[in-house]
């Protein structure tokens, strides 16, 4: 099959017709229509079956909270930037610690549900009847519903509904049940006026629901608050447990902030048994010495060395237990301990950084040990937040090791100040010197246990001192708003999508399209003229063509449209007066005999002389038109078989006379290429005015070849909706190959329907000189009231269909 090309090469001005363009998209608008009922429908059906899911918002804000009264010890906030942090406590937030002591605070322990149309619906927090548990294992219980219907008021129904065959079994109120590992019974009546369902529920079946829609994030770039949203199918639900999270997180970290300072008075204990034994035994010594030396006190030069020794040894002594406090930590990083015990600072020299550090840290490990049991340690979460803890462990160790190396440099400088002292004292005389070491030993051990007195009571008031570091802003509400299905805008979308796609089949059936509509398309792909266009016929065609024989409906567009080619035919050859005219077409199937008969028809009626010839001898119909046989015709005569007078009929009725094309002979071509054939030509101009040749298809076969090189004109047939666009090209090559002048085009069968025409309209003003003809294709005057049985418009129903 020969390719043909879609590009349209205009050979005359054309310019872009909007109002083309909108009645391309007028003449389906059922399309349209019908999509966008569908896309409706299709909304409505999604609205219908979604689940519609609510949120409810709340947010925190994080403060700056000291730990105690020790206004030394640094906050987290200090530390990191509240981003950090705020992405660190979100893990706290979602722990299974903060989550299941939510769930605990709402009425989880039985689920209500109606049965609706096509939905389920939670009733929470309604209860539309009492239920009692009277007895349930902790854990291993039935999760299974359970459907209850009223059947009297005094009993009900209960059943399974995932078993549909069974049917429910009658209990009444107040019975006690015993199914699924439980006991209970239903105590208040079940409403009639729906069908219920009801499930038994432990904390631990609503963790996957909550942390599935819960989200934690930044409420600002750059602010200390931190926004918490929770979606759900119940608004209600949502909003009270948003509300109990907040509440938990703030009581889970008060609670941790106080064991963080109960952690330093510990430490301070162990140490101070220890500071004890030693004053004590050092008290004893001094007392010792000074009964057996009768010495009851040292000289002022004695006393001041004894203080400056013993203030030295204190510094000492402190300087010692923070060294501890940093080796037992350093110990627990090393060992990777999942968590920090030490969190001391006795007297505020420790970088503010790093008691941010710990506590972070022991949030971290915390929230890990809570990840645990949901995720394994390979997973995404459980990879993020331990390169949290790698990192922060990282920082203290940094951190750790610098301030041991200033701890060990002032230790380094304080021993070197005692060495000095004990330089002096030995030029104290040697009875005092013992003296005076053991004074100095019991003030240090005195003054240290003094200190750590001191440190324990105020370790203490920071433990009772502690206040939370979040505080809730904005507490969460009930929204009803679905976020899951917004009706106005599905509907929307749906309208959207259905005009776009009611265009888009628009244009895909015209892009798809490779045939020929109307006659801008023809006039846009060929210089070749056209001299009409000829309207679909008003009614059905049979095979005969016998309807268009007798020229049904003189008045009606059809038969004016035949009439315009009658016209211009007439400006065709003008110079002779008897005219050959040849008929032919692409493809069989494009009306060749149909617009043949019908210009014989309407040259007949002005009183010509009309003569048509069946031309096309493999096969030819026209001998049904006129009801006759087809035993002899042209065949007959080429082959010498018959006279001309013996093929030729003449129809009186309709004044035309006619040629069959007769039998099928075996080389029909080479009899269309006799002399004979264009001798009968010439003889028949002296008799007829007009000789009409129906031939047959160029693009089958070269029959037609002949008798297109001797006619006077060549009409080349063109039918709306069957020709393909390269039918529009095949003139031109005619008439280049053969040298033709007189080629001329008819669109057939053009009719009304618009979604394959051309969007342009031709400039004749402006054109590149070729000859043309008036005609008219009656577009938008088939219902003028003008021609017989004018169409009537969708909407003038009421109208009777008789001309005015």
């Not at 006393?303 to 110990?331: F, N």
């Not at 003889?683 to 031939?695: E, G, P």
Request: glycine fraction near 4%; charge should be neutral.
């Amino acid at each position: 099959m020969e390719n043909h090309s879609t590009e349209i090469k205009r050979s005359i001005s054309q310019t872009i017709d909007f109002y083309k363009i909108y009645r391309v998209f007028l003449s389906r608008w059922y399309w349209i229509l019908f999509c966008v009922m569908f896309a409706v429908g299709i909304a409505k059906l999604r609205l219908l079956y979604t689940k519609p899911i609510y949120m409810s918002s709340g947010s925190l804000k994080l403060q700056d909270a000291a730990q105690g009264v020790n206004t030394s010890a640094a906050s987290p906030s200090q530390t990191f930037s509240y981003t950090d942090k705020i992405q660190a406590e979100s893990y706290t937030i979602r722990s299974n610690q903060v989550i299941l002591d939510a769930i605990s605070k709402l009425n989880y322990k039985i689920s209500y549900y109606i049965v609706g149309r096509i939905n389920l619906t939670e009733l929470y927090p309604n209860i539309p009847f009492k239920i009692e548990i009277i007895r349930q294992d902790s854990s291993n219980f039935s999760r299974e519903q359970y459907q209850v219907e009223d059947v009297d008021g005094s009993s009900f129904t209960l059943s399974n509904p995932n078993n549909l065959k069974k049917d429910g079994k009658k209990y009444r109120y107040g019975e006690v049940l015993s199914m699924g590992n439980m006991e209970f019974k239903i105590v208040t009546p079940i409403p009639d006026r729906g069908t219920y369902r009801f499930n038994f529920n432990a904390k631990e079946d609503f963790v996957g629901r909550i942390l599935g829609g819960l989200n934690v994030s930044e409420a600002a770039k750059f602010t200390n608050v931190m926004s918490l949203s929770q979606t759900d199918g119940n608004a209600t639900f949502a909003a009270d447990l948003l509300n109990e999270i907040m509440k938990s997180y703030i009581k889970y970290d008060l609670i941790q902030r106080r064991m963080s300072a109960n952690q330093t008075a510990e430490f301070i204990d162990n140490q101070m048994a220890f500071i004890d034994q030693a004053t004590s035994k050092s008290g004893n010594s001094l007392a010792s010495y000074k009964s057996s030396n009768n010495i009851t006190d040292i000289n002022s030069a004695s006393a001041d060395v004894v203080a400056k020794l013993s203030d030295y040894e204190k510094q000492k002594a402190v300087l010692k237990l923070q060294l501890l406090g940093i080796e037992r930590l350093a110990q627990q990083l090393v060992s990777n301990y999942n968590k920090a015990d030490i969190n001391l600072d006795l007297e505020g020299d420790f970088d503010p950084m790093l008691t941010g550090l710990i506590t972070q840290l022991n949030k971290l490990f915390a929230n890990r040990e809570d990840m645990s049991a949901q995720y394994n340690g390979n997973s995404a979460p459980m990879k993020s937040l331990d390169n949290q803890i790698t990192k922060i462990k990282d920082a203290i160790k940094n951190n750790v090791f610098s301030l041991k190396n200033r701890k060990v440099a002032e230790l380094e400088y304080i021993d070197k100040q005692i060495a000095t002292i004990n330089e002096s004292i030995k030029r104290i005389p040697k009875k005092e010197q013992q003296f005076v070491k053991l004074n100095a030993n019991f003030e240090v051990n005195n003054k240290v246990r003094s200190f750590l007195s001191e440190k324990k009571l105020e370790a203490e008031m920071n433990a009772a001192a502690v206040v939370p570091s979040a505080s809730i802003v904005n507490p969460a509400y009930v929204n009803n708003f679905s976020i899951a299905a917004d009706s106005g805008r599905t509907y929307t979308y749906a309208i959207l999508l259905g005009l776009g796609a009611g265009i888009g089949l628009i244009l895909l059936v015209r892009f798809l399209n490779p045939y020929i509509y109307d006659k801008e398309t023809v006039e846009a792909l060929t210089q070749t003229p056209i001299i009409g266009v000829i309207r679909e016929f008003p009614s059905y065609i049979d095979k005969s063509n016998t309807q268009a024989l007798s020229l049904a409906k003189p008045k009606s567009v059809f038969a004016e449209s035949v009439r315009s080619v009658r016209t211009n035919l007439s400006f065709m050859a003008s110079h002779k007066q008897s005219k050959i005219i040849c008929i032919t077409s692409e493809i069989s199937g494009e009306g060749k005999s149909f617009v043949t008969i019908n210009l014989a028809s309407t040259l007949a009626l002005i009183d010509k002389k009309i003569l048509l010839i069946a031309g096309d001898l493999r096969r030819s119909r026209l001998h049904h038109a006129f009801g006759i046989e087809n035993k002899k015709g042209l065949s007959t005569y080429l082959s010498d078989q018959n006279t001309l007078e013996e093929i030729t009929v003449h129809d009186k009725t309709h004044k035309i006379d006619f040629i069959p094309s007769g039998p099928v002979p075996p080389n029909p071509s080479e009899l269309l290429h006799t002399k004979k054939m264009k001798d009968l030509l010439v003889q028949l101009t002296a008799s007829y005015d007009y000789i009409l040749v129906d031939t047959a298809p160029v693009g089958l076969v070269s029959d037609a070849i002949p008798l297109i090189r001797e006619s006077d004109i060549n009409l080349f047939i063109i039918r709306s909706g069957t020709s393909q666009l390269r039918a529009a090209n095949i003139p031109e090559r005619l008439s280049r190959e053969y040298g033709l002048s007189n080629m001329a085009i008819i669109l057939n069968a053009f009719g009304n329907d618009a979604l394959h025409s051309n969007y342009y309209t031709t400039d004749y003003s402006k054109g590149s000189g070729n000859e043309t003809y008036y005609y008219s294709d009656y577009s938008g005057y088939a219902s003028s009231g003008y021609y017989d049985e004018d169409p009537k418009k969708w909407w003038q129903f009421w109208k009777s269909g008789k001309n005015d």
